[in-house]
């Protein structure tokens, strides 16, 4: 089946550990996303890659770091720089920009810092 | 700055009338727009979507009308039922750069 593979669904962390969240896409799709969701405030986009070995930085990329080494893979690194660590984390990508770009989730990955 | 707004955080409505869920943008360079349902603990999925040309797009129960000059786009659904009882986020688009209101959760009485 095709989709976007985030793992791991639930993680606990440490104050001052970095931990990288994994995504996985076997859409062939070139652009790929990180988003941070908490109460109240929506979707929040941390980083963004539209193709391999290339990525902007979102609203809040601050204590964040990605890669994309592979076309498949967009890993997100939440480092000890990052204040408020505990969200809701989504993966996406994204169909070429000459259809609608509707953006396809993962189920989401649940970071908790204790 | 967000550049997608949707001010009300909630709305609840009955059975069988309509559900009126509206969105404000900042950038005039948004050239899509979308609509995505979102249940707890799962990732959102896609709804509708709008091209910046067009003032109207309908899909089932579902319409989604653009104002440009308003920078303004609303999703009606009708007529509403149960199971559409979600958060639905609006989101706006150019290029590959996505962004997202801060979502609206719908509730849908019996």
């Known amino acids: 089946d095709g989709g976007i593979t985030q793992s791991p669904k639930y993680l606990f962390r440490k104050e001052g550990q970095n931990v990288t969240l994994s995504c996985e896409q076997n859409?062939?799709?070139?652009?790929m996303y990180w988003y941070r969701q908490d109460p109240g405030q929506g979707l929040r986009l941390i980083y963004y890659?539209?193709?391999?070995?290339?990525?902007q930085k979102g609203d809040i990329a601050e204590g964040y770091s990605v890669s994309r080494e592979k076309k498949e893979s967009f890993p997100l690194t939440v480092t000890s720089a990052q204040k408020n660590p505990t969200a809701f984390y989504l993966c996406?990508?994204?169909?070429?920009?000459?259809?609608?770009?509707?953006?396809?989730f993962g189920e989401g990955s649940r970071l908790t810092v204790l | 700055d967000q550049q997608v707004k949707q001010n009300s955080p909630s709305l609840s409505v009955q059975e069988g009338r309509i559900s009126i869920l509206n969105c404000d943008y900042t950038?005039?360079?948004?050239?899509?727009f979308l609509w995505y349902k979102k249940y707890p603990a799962e990732g959102p999925t896609f709804l509708i979507s709008?091209?910046?040309?067009?003032d109207k797009n309908e899909d089932g129960r579902f319409t989604v009308f653009l104002n440009k000059s308003a920078k303004h786009l609303s999703l009606h659904i009708v007529p509403s039922q149960p199971g559409d009882s979600a958060v639905y986020f609006c989101?706006?688009?150019?290029?590959?750069?996505?962004?997202f209101g801060a979502g609206t959760r719908l509730t849908v009485k019996p």
């Open positions: 709008i091209s910046s040309i067009k």
């Open positions: 950038n005039s360079m948004f050239d899509y």
């Open positions: 996406a990508s994204s169909m070429p920009v000459v259809n609608t770009g509707e953006l396809f």
């Open positions: 859409l062939n799709h070139d652009a």
């Open positions: 989101a706006a688009r150019n290029n590959n750069d996505m962004r």
């Open positions: 890659s539209q193709i391999v070995n290339d990525f």
